[in-house]
């Protein structure tokens, strides 16, 4: 079992920053790769980015492009999501995930493709 906590959400101007965590527990998440998915009211979850478990392979979605990080620090367990030029559409549930791979660069791009969850933090951001 991977117990994940994201924290870093809150209420946050148009042009604005903010930097998530998602920490975790439990089994090795040396080897885990690591998703940010985030999910408005009455839309799907969105798939945000994604980080192999190496650290050496990252993948984003086109809507946060050059806008948003996502990082890793094994030795603290835990991820992050760094947050630029915040616009009134990325406010959302955000939700860091968690899945193992095999192989050091893979990670998935679909919620299906993680095993663990974290319950999410609320990003707002107004105009």
């Known amino acids: 079992q991977v117990q994940l906590v994201e924290s870093g959400g809150g209420l946050v101007q148009a042009g604005g920053s903010l930097r998530l965590s998602c920490a975790a527990s439990?089994?090795?998440?040396?080897?885990?790769?690591m998703g940010w998915f985030r999910q408005a009211p009455g839309k799907e979850r969105e798939f945000i980015a994604a980080?192999?478990?190496?650290?050496?392979?990252?993948y984003y979605a086109d809507s946060v492009k050059g806008r948003f990080t996502i990082s890793r620090d094994s030795a603290k367990n835990t991820a992050y999501l760094q947050m630029n030029s915040l616009k009134p559409e990325d406010t959302a549930g955000y939700y860091c995930?968690?899945?193992?791979?095999?192989?050091?660069?893979?990670?998935?791009?679909?919620?299906?493709?993680?095993?663990?969850w974290g319950q999410g933090t609320q990003v707002t951001v107004s105009s």
């Open positions: 995930a968690a899945a193992y791979y095999s192989s050091s660069n893979s990670f998935g791009t679909q919620p299906g493709h993680y095993d663990y």
């Open positions: 439990g089994r090795a998440f040396s080897r885990y790769a």
């Open positions: 980080i192999s478990w190496s650290g050496g392979s990252t």
